[in-house]
């Protein structure tokens, strides 16, 4: 997969999150920045058609950058926390009203961090809806039609015990890269005792799991604050395309200075490696 394509089609997506030193909830902002060369311009707020008085964070952009996930706390949702989307007729047109995706996508608890397939017809997600294994689960749901009316979404399907434990697990990053057979689902996993710690699986072209569960050990975040996966993708030649992570939305934040964002480049590395990182001790420390 062409990260560069999927992020960052001249347009990347951003949730700026501030919060104060004392304990309180995550307010969440969408923004977007233009790459040009190797640097960022400053962010552009979405604006009242995307961003509301609520909480709207997890953004994500379809392949072709013409729709926009995200999931949001704003009247007018089915739970907690729902996922809404947006399209547009070109790069350059305006982003039209966000549609609810309701039932079945959404459901009367939280469902958040929206990553598509590349082809548009599955959609990852992490939910905390009743039937599942844990305290949050991450789905897919396959898109039935699609239409002037909007998308149909079929029922999410949990991704099945080897994915979804009795924790928590939360945050679905979708990446699939040339030349594979399978993509790869990215996900965290919230432990008892606080610990984050990233996975990944294998998914068939239909959204199944397929083999076992990787443990990135090496990529466990050392915070209680939950942050999703981001998976770099370099090209030959091309600078890094660095992201902070993303904090849920309406988590509580205990630490200062906790923004989302997109880094500008910072170096070259070696064509077609591709990287998973949080760099969550950074963030927090709002470097």
């Given at each position: 997969m062409n990260t560069t394509q999927r992020t960052l089609p001249g347009l990347a997506l951003l949730g700026l999150i501030a919060c104060g030193t004392e304990p309180q909830r995550v307010t969440a902002t969408l923004q977007a920045d233009r790459f040009a060369g190797s640097e960022w311009s400053e962010p552009v707020n979405l604006g009242p058609v995307i961003n509301s008085s609520a909480v709207d964070a997890n953004a994500g952009l379809s392949s072709d950058a013409h729709t926009l996930f995200f999931v949001s706390t704003r009247a007018g949702g089915l739970g907690n926390l729902d996922i809404w989307m947006s399209h547009r007729q070109c790069l350059s047109c305006d982003w039209e009203a966000p549609v609810n995706l309701g039932a079945p996508i959404n459901s009367d608890a939280i469902d958040a961090a929206p990553t598509m397939s590349d082809d548009g017809r599955l959609l990852f997600f992490y939910s905390a809806r009743s039937g599942g294994f844990g305290l949050g689960d991450v789905y897919v749901s396959h898109r039935v039609s699609t239409g002037a009316d909007g998308d149909v979404w079929g029922?999410?399907?949990?991704?099945?015990?080897?994915?979804?434990?009795?924790?928590?697990?939360?945050?679905?990053?979708?990446?699939h890269e040339p030349g594979e057979p399978n993509a790869f689902v990215y996900f965290n996993r919230l432990t008892p005792g606080g610990s984050v710690d990233i996975y990944r699986v294998?998914?068939?072209?239909?959204?199944?799991?397929?083999?076992?569960?990787?443990?990135?050990?090496?990529?466990?975040?050392?915070?209680?604050?939950?942050?999703?996966?981001v998976v770099e993708s370099r090209a030959p030649g091309r600078a890094d395309q660095h992201a902070r992570p993303r904090v849920a939305a309406g988590a509580v934040a205990r630490r200062s200075d906790v923004d989302l964002h997109v880094d500008p480049a910072r170096g070259v590395r070696p064509p077609g490696s591709v990287d998973v990182h949080t760099d969550a001790e950074r963030s927090l420390k709002g470097d």
């Open positions: 029922p999410p399907v949990n991704l099945g015990p080897d994915v979804n434990t009795a924790a928590n697990e939360q945050g679905s990053f979708y990446v294998a998914v068939s072209n239909d959204g199944e799991a397929v083999g076992r569960v990787w443990q990135l050990r090496h990529l466990a975040l050392r915070t209680s604050v939950g942050a999703r996966p």
